[in-house]
């Protein structure tokens, strides 16, 4: 820090935050009042890096909200005290509270993209912080602004633009700088790299963890990621319904956690290159396991595949040399090259999976082997049909036989719809069943997926169910038409940690029992470990490494690979490191 | 607030069972508490109601035939006559009672056609893609930015004394687009939806689709563009009709000021002839768009939250 | 430089649809202009073939091909030449328009502005006052006066400022003893005669653009740079100004444009209200005169406006927003 702050040099002691008994309520007009925050309290010391983890609900970020007093109603304050280097935050008058941003405390929010203003440029931003604050004497603003976009690694030329002419990860940055420019004695980061891209995240995590150790301010980081935050900080904060159901150091909780919940949450990490891969509710996967081979179809007396109708043949999907190129998405820009040149094939009950990094090109691949767009170059075939020649007829009898699970459960069904009528549809316009066999058909599919009972849930709006519930039903809406090829487009990035592992285990369960192929499209190494038996990794649009993937992931080939499973976060490896 | 009901849903006939319905149903009311959480909306309500009352039961409350010409003429208030009489000798109070029947018939006929339209061509707009769409908004940005109203006056000047009829097909030819604009923004928005693709993977056909997909989640957008629509063709009509370009024979409030300014009530004083028949057009048209409050923050969440911290 | 471009270009295409339109509108309408001359003529007596033909003859009856009409009818456009006026014979129908139109554009072209700047002001207080009597007055009066029919407020403000307190003329533009003139008694003459018209156009038209840049605000001021602005301590008015007011102006901007034709619309009957010799006037006369030629020369004067208004904005918007420069 260059300037120097009375306050921070006054010794006394070493708490510089003191939360006591803090309570926040919400309380919406016509909605039952929410107790997000319940009777919280805990210190922080200078210099200190504590994590703060919770998943969706947890209250974790209104804690945050409210630590900075940024909350807005419906969130109120509705008990205990905040001391902030020793005056109660709670009593501040907005004008003290104000200028006290300055050297006190900064908070990074979680959408950085949407952080900036976006008709003011980088520069001006700045400038406005200095202005308020009058901390940085006016001829030396240029030259501080430049020197804190260096310190978060960008190159000071980002001044002059605009923050829609900068990427996430830039734009992120930016804000850390920002926040920085404050010179705060506590920083605190919502999520920080949530909306980021898997290795950007890493590298800004990075960034945040130097900053903390160079520039040695006291941080909190809040985050649903467990393996994240265990990762980064020395000490965690575990909250659930609004407490804090555990506060230790991050090695004591790694390697003793005291309660329950955060156990849990421990458990459903795992390193995707270990010889055995377990989690809960999951069997173990060992290494070497059937290489390379698919497993054979499940045999009829399953009640799950007696239904099945008689199919012609089984067929495999065939991509061959295919490529797709976007118009330049600006005038004057290059056209952009989505896929290059990727062929394989997925054979019946077969699992794949298509692993790489945002803008890798893997769900273009899944828009064109559904049709929903055509390759620049290149065949899709799905048995004899050749799919880049469908119209809409055609389209609808593949999508029989071809089905998809979204990624996002919130988005994915209509709200306005029960589940009985979401199921429905696709049984009706895809199947022979009307009537009680159709009604049949959808309380069986309502048991596979693990909706029980199922005529509770065949009433049930979207928003009367949980996440992991929701995305049962979108798996039973793709499997309604019996369809033989199931792409799953990261059905489970958008779920609690928590929930994950059931989602998964359903997937793998249904693979085995209907002998439906999968492709599993994601990012996120762990989770393709456990469901795929084979695996390809895509990079800029290249299949930069494919094969068994439990091979590929415990000897990793190529450079892009090593750096995807770099960057999944994973407390036992830190565990093995410590020991 | 029955216009409400009349832009519901085309619905298709395919009984899916009673639960389909009561989902909708709730969904419906559980709108319908919103805006009637809000203060402003709430008062629109009871304002609208009084008016569709005075117009239904007018033969009940009119004194006096509002064409009975038999009275003294350019009366100032009396008991007998307590707005006064027009200078062709007809009662004031009884005329601006049946006038209602014609703002409220005009509102109600021209709101809900240009909003069917704005439904029909928004959303085709909306999940069009390409060059059709491109067409389709070239029209509708062309009439959203020809002024209405001098185009209302040359179509009617052309369509000499069409009478009421004429007046509410004008105000519905120049009045869909902007219902179509916001419409067709928001099923952009609703079309980028997984549960859209969904659908489609579903084995869904495009119209059942936008219809049974898209639409009902754009029920409070449509009553907001019903309303604001409604409140346009009340103002339109009373405007046309002041210029003497509808059938000047019959009773409205938009008459009753033409007959007005022509008989020179401004230079005989009589305010109650000049003030009334403005003030209920104002009041019938606020009344709109105060309810329209309400229906924003339904369909605008952050519209609705600042109400919490009163 | 592109987006100026393609807004040019758009123009450009809106504004021959826009004259295309004008050229088809009378064809697409039931009977003809001299049918309903030649009605208006039988009221008082039956109409001899001869007359009917001078008739026709004299109010142009279109003959040739649709193609052939519609050549002649945008060589007519494009050198300002729209005949002679029926009901002001023999005045020609340029010299009319062209006589009104500085009236029309002085008076609403500067009472509108004046107005947008006026609401987007008391909008962006009352958006930042929210919940406080600072928001709730300008709404509640602002919604309510937005109601107002336009002719309704210009009859009231005759009625008590002109018939009743004598403070302004009742009619016309200047008095009938002085002559148009750039003398100080002209202009303060014809400003005492502006200013209930102005009055009126500024009350009834203010209500929507402090809504419009209300709610407008309210949204930015959930965005999440107005909460990092506030998490970064900048002073009130910066985060008011800067951060939620400058992002929330381009939408309220695109409104201003689209809401243009409603408000020279209403002037129309303002206008006429007060005897006001604009285009708004004339229209109406000319529509009372079935005066054809000077209606559709009148309507497209109208109409070509609201889009060089329209395109202004456009370009204003483009000023406005980085993110159109790319």
């Not at chain 1, 085995?512 to 390809?536: C, F, N, P, Q």
Request: a neutral charge; hydrophobic letters at 45%.
């Amino acid at each position: 820090m260059t300037s120097t702050n009375p306050k921070r040099d006054r010794a006394d002691g070493d708490v510089l935050l003191d939360v006591r008994d803090l309570s926040v309520i919400y309380e919406s007009a016509g909605a039952a009042p929410v107790q997000a925050v319940d009777d919280v309290s805990f210190t922080l010391k200078r210099g200190e890096f504590v994590g703060l983890v919770g998943e969706s609900g947890s209250g974790k970020s209104t804690l945050g909200f409210a630590l900075t007093r940024l909350q807005k109603p419906p969130a109120r304050t509705n008990g205990g005290n905040i001391f902030f280097d020793g005056s109660d935050i709670r009593e501040l008058d907005t004008e003290t509270l104000r200028t006290q941003r300055q050297g006190g405390f900064a908070m990074v929010l979680q959408s950085g993209m949407n952080a900036l203003n976006p008709v003011r440029t980088i520069r001006n931003h700045f400038m406005d912080i200095f202005r308020a604050h009058g901390h940085v004497a006016k001829a030396d603003r240029e030259a501080r602004a430049a020197e804190l976009v260096r310190k978060v690694e960008l190159d000071p030329s980002v001044l002059a633009r605009y923050p829609g002419e900068l990427s996430g990860g830039m734009r992120q940055r930016v804000s850390i700088a920002l926040a920085l420019s404050l010179e705060p004695q506590l920083m605190v980061f919502d999520e920080p790299t949530t909306a980021l891209d898997v290795l950007v995240q890493h590298a800004v995590m990075d960034t945040i963890q130097s900053l903390q150790a160079s520039e040695n301010f006291t941080a909190i980081l809040i985050s649903h990621d467990l393996g994240i935050v265990l990762e980064a900080t020395q000490r965690v904060l575990v909250m659930h319904e609004g407490r804090i159901v555990e506060d230790g150091a991050s090695r004591d909780i790694l390697e003793r956690p005291q309660d329950d919940y955060t156990r849990m949450l421990l458990s459903h990490y795992a390193d995707p290159r270990a010889e055995v891969v377990e989690l809960p509710g999951f069997p173990a996967r060992r290494s070497g396991a059937e290489p390379g081979t698919t497993r054979p179809r499940a045999e009829a007396g399953d009640a799950a595949v007696v239904t099945r109708s008689v199919r012609s043949a089984d067929s495999a999907i065939v991509v061959d040399g295919v490529s797709k190129v976007y118009p330049p998405p600006r005038r004057g820009e290059k056209p952009v090259r989505a896929l290059d040149d990727v062929s394989f094939t997925l054979e019946p009950g077969q699992s794949l999976a298509l692993v790489g990094a945002s803008g890798s090109g893997k769900s273009t691949l899944a828009k064109l082997i559904t049709g929903i767009e055509k390759p620049t170059q290149g065949d899709v075939r799905f048995g004899d049909v050749d799919v880049t020649r469908l119209r809409a007829k055609g389209l609808r009898d593949l999508r029989s036989n071809v089905q998809m699970v979204f990624q996002d459960p919130y988005s994915a069904l209509n709200p306005l719809h029960t589940v009985e009528y979401t199921l429905s549809r696709p049984i009706r316009n895809m199947t022979d069943l009307r009537g009680d066999d159709a009604r049949a058909r959808l309380h069986d599919l309502l048991t596979t997926v693990g909706l029980t009972p199922t005529e509770t849930f065949a009433q049930k709006l979207p928003h009367q169910l949980s996440g992991g519930q929701r995305q049962r039903v979108v798996i039973a809406r793709a499997l309604a038409s019996d369809p033989q090829v199931l792409i799953a487009d990261e059905p489970v990035s958008m779920l609690d940690v928590s929930l994950r592992a059931g989602v998964l285990a359903l997937l793998e369960d249904l693979r085995e029992k209907w002998g439906v192929s999968l492709l599993y499209i994601t990012h996120d190494l762990l989770s393709a470990r456990l469901v795929t038996d084979d695996i390809m990794v895509l990079h800029d649009g290249k299949v930069v490494e494919r094969g068994v993937t439990s091979e590929v992931l415990r000897n990793p080939q190529d450079e892009y690979t090593v750096r995807l499973l770099d960057a999944v976060p994973n407390p036992r490896r830190l565990r093995e490191d410590v020991a | 607030m029955t216009s409400t009901q009349n832009v519901r849903i085309p619905t298709d006939g395919a009984a899916d069972g009673a639960v389909a319905a009561t989902s909708r149903w709730r969904s419906f009311s559980r709108t319908l508490g919103v805006v009637w959480s809000n203060g402003k909306a709430r008062v629109g309500i009871v304002i609208l109601g009084l008016f569709v009352l005075v117009a239904i039961f007018a033969p009940l409350l009119a004194p006096y035939d509002p064409k009975d010409t038999s009275f003294d003429r350019n009366l100032d208030a009396t008991g007998a006559h307590w707005l006064g009489t027009t200078a062709a000798g007809e009662d004031v109070l009884s005329q601006l009672i049946f006038g209602a029947r014609i703002s409220i018939l005009v509102g109600l006929a021209a709101g809900v056609l240009s909003t069917l339209i704005a439904v029909a061509i928004g959303l085709s707009w909306g999940y069009l893609k390409g060059f059709a769409s491109e067409v389709v908004g070239f029209i509708v940005n062309l009439f959203l930015v020809i002024p209405g109203l001098p185009l209302m006056i040359v179509i009617a000047a052309y369509l000499q004394n069409g009478g009421i009829l004429m007046i509410i097909a004008v105000i519905v030819v120049t009045g869909w687009a902007w219902g179509a604009r916001v419409l067709r923004s928001q099923t952009q928005s609703l079309r980028g939806r997984d549960f859209v693709t969904a659908a489609q993977f579903s084995g869904e056909r495009a119209p059942r689709i936008v219809f049974r997909e898209i639409l009902p989640n754009m029920t409070s957008l449509i009553v907001g563009s019903l309303f604001g629509a409604a409140t346009a063709a009340i103002l339109a009509e009373a405007g046309l009709e002041f210029l003497g370009l509808g059938d000047s024979s019959i009773v409205s409030w938009g008459t009753m000021l033409y007959w007005a300014q022509n008989s020179n009530a401004l230079l005989t004083g009589q305010w109650a002839l000049l003030f009334a028949p403005g003030l209920c057009i104002a009041l019938l048209a606020l009344s709109l768009t105060l309810i329209n409050f309400g229906v924003d923050a339904v369909s605008n969440p952050r519209l609705r939250d600042g109400k919490a911290t009163k | 430089m592109k987006y100026i471009a393609g807004k040019l270009g758009l123009f450009v295409l809106t504004l021959w649809a826009a004259v295309t339109l004008n050229f088809f509108l009378p064809r697409l309408m039931p009977g003809s202009p001299a049918d309903a001359a030649i009605a208006k003529l039988a009221q008082n007596g039956p109409v001899t073939e001869a007359t009917r033909a001078a008739i026709e003859a004299q109010l142009g009856v279109p003959d040739g091909s649709l193609w052939e009409q519609y050549a002649s009818y945008l060589r007519q456009v494009v050198t300002l030449d729209f005949g002679v006026s029926y009901t002001f014979y023999p005045q020609t129908v340029s010299s009319m328009v062209s006589t009104a139109l500085p009236y029309t554009l002085i008076l609403v072209g500067i009472v509108t502005i004046l107005a947008f700047v006026l609401g987007t002001l008391i909008g962006v207080a009352a958006a930042w006052k929210r919940g406080t009597w600072l928001d709730s007055l300008p709404t509640l009066s602002g919604s309510f006066m937005s109601t107002f029919p336009y002719f309704w407020t210009a009859l009231l403000l005759l009625f008590f400022l002109g018939y009743v307190l004598h403070w302004f003329p009742t009619t016309g533009a200047y008095s009938a003893t002085t002559t148009p003139a750039f003398s100080f008694a002209f202009l303060g003459d014809a400003l005492l005669h502006a200013a209930l018209p102005a009055l009126t156009i500024l009350l009834t038209s203010l209500g929507g653009w402090i809504i419009g840049m209300r709610n407008a605000m309210i949204n930015t001021l959930g965005d999440d740079y107005v909460t990092f602005a506030e998490a970064n301590g900048l002073r009130g008015g910066t985060v008011a100004i800067r951060y939620a007011a400058r992002n929330a102006i381009l939408p309220n901007l695109t409104g201003f444009g689209l809401a243009l034709g409603g408000v020279v619309g209403g002037s129309i009957l303002v206008e006429q209200v007060f005897g006001y010799p604009g285009i708004g006037y004339l229209l109406f006369n000319a529509v009372i005169g079935q005066d054809y030629p000077l209606m559709q020369a009148l309507f497209l004067m109208i109409t070509v406006s609201v889009l060089i208004a329209n395109f202004l904005v456009d370009i204003l918007y483009g000023v406005l927003d980085p993110r159109t420069r790319r």
